[in-house]
């Protein structure tokens, strides 16, 4: 018998199964339950269906990070129902306002462990395989009947094998790399699958650039996104894991079965760039560079952490940005904020002409930093969508942060390499 | 839910995703016609009165890709669709229409042959399409998956265990 991937082994833990294979369909309880913005949406289901008790308090998370704080009345009411919700419930894991985008939280506090089966109201929960937890979204209806059964019927993917060799060069992020591989295989190259990154060159990346890795894998269609923990992942998880929490790592059997196997050297890859209006519309820097920008966005759940942001300020550190360009900085979190203003990140970007915004979703989801129509953004997230920033006669291009420092200082699309 | 869908047809291309379906800005609502004023508009001036002239949206590869959004498939149905065949889905549209109680359909063979103002007819039992005198088949949909869909979504679904 062969043996098991990531996900085959976390779907057959969290179903009670001794195993399951691809194609299977489960019934799999989560160990946590994510809802953000879209919290008073699964409330109301809950209260259309005449549902009064929750499967278990302690698997909800609920993290008020789009649109914060509120931008108008009716946002205002969503959040209190939101909050409320929390409240009459006993929801520990909530996390008001000021916390930021709830992926980020998340991991920082402590509530995500490999080998997790996590669901939220959010298509980038594959982010959590940056840990070695299943992540995956599903719509608000879903959560509440998650809320109330405790369970949601899976279906077991196959698992895609992506083998990492060689070492990225300067001025070259695991951005680059998954935009890369999404322009390569396509928005649906991995749709339905588990991707799982090997390699000795994975575990060479921080947590911080595999978050980035699993959060945009969603743009090529997983299910799921996963690297392998390792010491890196313990690294991380030491001193935020709640309380006396215990994991077992879940690793892939050196046996276990992928549809694909893909090679990448990191050693290879250049620079890329998305392009208006797919993700999958990558193009290697030298054949977008001296494209006009006029606002830059540093921001996301995809690219607005800790190490982001002092990429980013290790260019800009002496420079100016370009007077024709606003340099929007909104970090990922609270923690990242605070991070940023002990080590002084927070200092050069502000002084480099860069305004920060409150820790959130920002200008990612339609808030403060959309576009007049004809303008071009320059931005560190994970999508390129007509219309996702404002204007739908306003243009979107996707970087890694230094390549977006580097634009800023310029004022067109520019090659980072020449600050490394 | 009907057992046999029939309906004119509006054609999309691939990789259609959720943000072009419904823009984030309109996620304050909830409800189908609201969200409906809105669908698609990001296409064009018009667009969303134009759809209510179809009945079934037929579309190209990783239909309602990205953003996970529910109200994707609310939209739609606010719209007067009453089924979505396309080459393949993206898996949390896929969901999100199920739950909604939006039939949709995989059928690679037919994209090529159809054109927009065509009519379907969709057999749910008998797993068929029929597009003039020619026929398609789909996988069919698991039992718990049908009977969701049948109940007009998962709320529907839900209230029926509760009690
Ligand atoms: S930062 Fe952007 S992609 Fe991430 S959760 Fe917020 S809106 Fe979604």
Redesign the pocket.
């Known amino acids: 018998m062969p043996g098991y991937t990531i996900a085959e082994k976390i779907l057959a833990a969290k179903s009670g199964r001794s195993s399951v294979r691809p194609g299977e369909i489960v019934d799999a309880y989560p160990d946590l339950v994510m809802s953000?913005t879209a919290t008073w949406r699964s409330v109301s289901v809950m209260q259309k269906v005449g549902a009064k008790k929750l499967y278990d308090p302690d698997r909800l998370a609920v993290v008020l990070?789009?649109i914060a704080p509120a931008k108008t009345e009716k946002n205002a009411q969503d959040q209190q129902v939101s909050r409320n919700f929390a409240r009459t419930n006993g929801i520990n894991k909530f996390y008001d306002v000021d916390a930021g985008?709830?992926?980020l939280v998340l991991m920082e506090h402590g509530h995500v462990a490999p080998g997790d089966l996590i669901v939220g109201t959010?298509s980038?929960c594959t982010i959590y395989g940056s840990l070695g937890a299943l992540g995956t979204g599903i719509g608000y209806t879903e959560v509440a009947s998650v809320w109330i059964t405790g369970k949601l019927w899976m279906k077991v993917p196959d698992s895609f094998r992506i083998s990492l060799s060689g070492h990225l060069r300067p001025g070259v992020f695991s951005k680059d790399l998954m935009l890369h591989l999404i322009g390569s295989l396509g928005a649906d190259g991995c749709g339905y699958k588990s991707a799982e990154f090997h390699g000795e060159s994975a575990r060479e990346l921080s947590i911080s650039e595999r978050m980035t890795m699993t959060n945009l894998a969603m743009e090529m269609g997983v299910k799921c996104a996963f690297v392998p923990p390792d010491a890196k992942t313990e690294q991380y998880l030491r001193g935020r894991l709640e309380g006396s929490r215990r994991y077992q790592p879940v690793q892939p059997d050196p046996d276990a079965v992928y549809e694909k196997d893909l090679a990448v050297d990191l050693g290879g890859l250049e620079p890329m760039v998305a392009c208006p209006h797919e993700v999958e519309n990558t193009k290697p820097i030298r054949d977008v560079q001296g494209t006009r920008i006029d606002q830059a966005f540093l921001?996301?759940?995809?690219n607005a952490k800790y190490e982001d942001l002092e990429t980013a300020a290790r260019i800009l550190k002496g420079r100016r940005v370009h007077p024709n360009v606003r340099l929007i900085i909104t970090p990922g979190s609270k923690e990242i904020l605070l991070e940023a203003a002990k080590t002084g990140v927070f200092q050069t970007l502000l002084e480099s002409g860069g305004l920060f915004t409150n820790p959130g979703?920002g200008a990612?989801?339609g808030d403060g930093g959309i576009l007049a129509d004809g303008e071009v953004c320059l931005s560190t997230?994970?999508?390129n969508f007509l219309g996702r920033m404002g204007s739908s006669k306003a243009e979107i291009y996707l970087s890694s942060p230094a390549t977006l420092a580097a634009s800023a200082i310029k004022g067109v699309i520019s090659d980072p390499r020449e600050f490394f | 839910m009907d057992s046999v869908i029939q309906g004119r047809v509006y054609k999309f291309g691939d990789n259609i995703n959720s943000d072009i379906i419904i823009p984030g800005r309109y996620l304050i609502y909830i409800d189908r016609e609201r969200l409906a004023q809105h669908a698609f508009e990001v296409l064009g001036e018009g667009f969303p009165a134009k759809l209510r002239e179809f009945q079934i949206l037929v579309a190209g590869r990783n239909f309602g890709c990205g953003?996970a959004r529910e109200q994707a498939a609310t939209a739609i149905q606010g719209l007067g669709i009453h089924a979505v065949v396309a080459c393949s889905f993206a898996r949390t549209f896929y969901r999100n229409a199920i739950n909604d109680g939006l039939p949709i359909f995989e059928c690679p063979e037919l994209y090529p042959d159809v054109q927009e103002g065509d009519t379907l007819n969709i057999d749910l039992a008998a797993g068929k399409i029929r597009l003039r005198e020619k026929e398609y088949s789909f996988p069919r949909l698991p039992d718990s998956v049908r009977k969701i869909l049948e109940l007009g979504g998962l709320a529907n679904y839900l209230k029926t265990q509760l009690q």
Do not use: F, L
């Open positions: 953000h990070d789009h985008i709830a992926h959010d980038h921001g996301s759940c995809c979703c990612c989801a997230a994970n999508r | 953003s």
